[in-house]
């Protein structure tokens, strides 16, 4: 069965920090591009970032920038997304997605342009 699974959500304090996993199964995750998505409630999905097939190149929100850190270790058939210095605003629900279309403009592609889905893993940050 092919598919993408997301883990690592949680509670955490503001300013804690997480690291998401996302880990495929069915297919080798290293010739696609992997994105990290979010929606919080009442909002819509945002791009995160996305990382090239090799992990020679990331493309970040900017607001994200310094915070979050994507990562892959194709070796696990895993995409890591890093996430510090938390804040309520990150509260959303985040979900890995996969496919073959180029890093740079994958976080511009609708849902139905992205192969691959996870189901989503629910971070909140309260105190």
């Known amino acids: 069965q092919v598919q993408l699974v997301e883990s690592g959500g949680g509670l955490v304090q503001p300013g804690g920090s997480l690291r998401l996993s996302c880990t495929a199964s069915?297919?080798?995750?290293?010739?696609?591009?992997v994105g990290w998505f979010r929606q919080a409630p009442g909002k819509e999905r945002e791009g995160v970032a996305s990382i090239s097939n090799d992990d020679g190149d990331s493309y970040y929100l900017d607001s994200l920038k310094g915070r979050f850190t994507i990562s892959r270790d194709n070796a696990k058939n895993t995409v890591y997304l890093q996430m510090n210095s938390l804040k309520p605003e990150d509260t959303a629900v985040y979900y890995c997605?996969?496919?073959?279309?180029?890093?740079?403009?994958?976080?511009?592609?609708?849902?139905?342009?992205?192969?691959?889905w996870g189901q989503g893993t629910e971070v909140t940050v309260s105190s």
């Open positions: 997605a996969a496919d073959l279309k180029p890093w740079y403009h994958f976080l511009l592609l609708n849902r139905d342009e992205i192969a691959y």
């Open positions: 069915g297919f080798t995750l290293d010739s696609y591009t």
